[in-house]
Nanobody, 118 residues
Framework: QVQLVESGGGLVQAGGSLRLSCAAS????????MGWFRQAPGKEREFVGG????????YYADSLKGRFTVSRDNAKKTVYLEMNSLKPEDTAVYYC???????????WGQGTQVTVSS
């Protein structure tokens, strides 16, 4: 089992920046990917970005490339989501997720609220 704990959400004005953190604990020895999804009110959960844990390679939803950056601190088993030029439509609950070995994103954090005011 892997436990994920997010932090860093909050209220920010449009155009501002915010950094989310997600610390992994438990059976992290075979972390393969970690990532971020978000869910806005009344909408389905959507993929934001991810990182290959071993190499540090990142990948993003096309619509968010250039504004959002995923990074990791291997020693701290922590993944980050740096969000810049935030827009009101970025308002959502942001979830951290992890995939072990050859599995899918099977582990999820509790979510952290990000609210962008206009």
């Amino acid at each position: 089992q892997v436990q994920l704990v997010e932090s860093g959400g909050g209220l920010v004005q449009a155009g501002g920046s915010l950094r989310l953190s997600c610390a992994a604990s438990g059976r992290t020895f075979n972390l393969n990917h970690m990532g971020w999804f978000r869910q806005a009110p009344g909408k389905e959960r959507e993929f934001v970005g991810g990182i290959v844990w071993g190499s540090g390679s990142t990948y993003y939803a096309d619509s968010l490339k250039g504004r959002f950056t995923v990074s990791r601190d291997n020693a701290k088993k922590t993944v980050y989501l740096e969000m810049n030029s935030l827009k009101p439509e970025d308002t959502a609950v942001y979830y951290c997720t992890a995939a072990l070995g050859t599995g899918q994103f099977d582990y999820w954090g509790q979510g952290t609220q990000v609210t962008v005011s206009s």
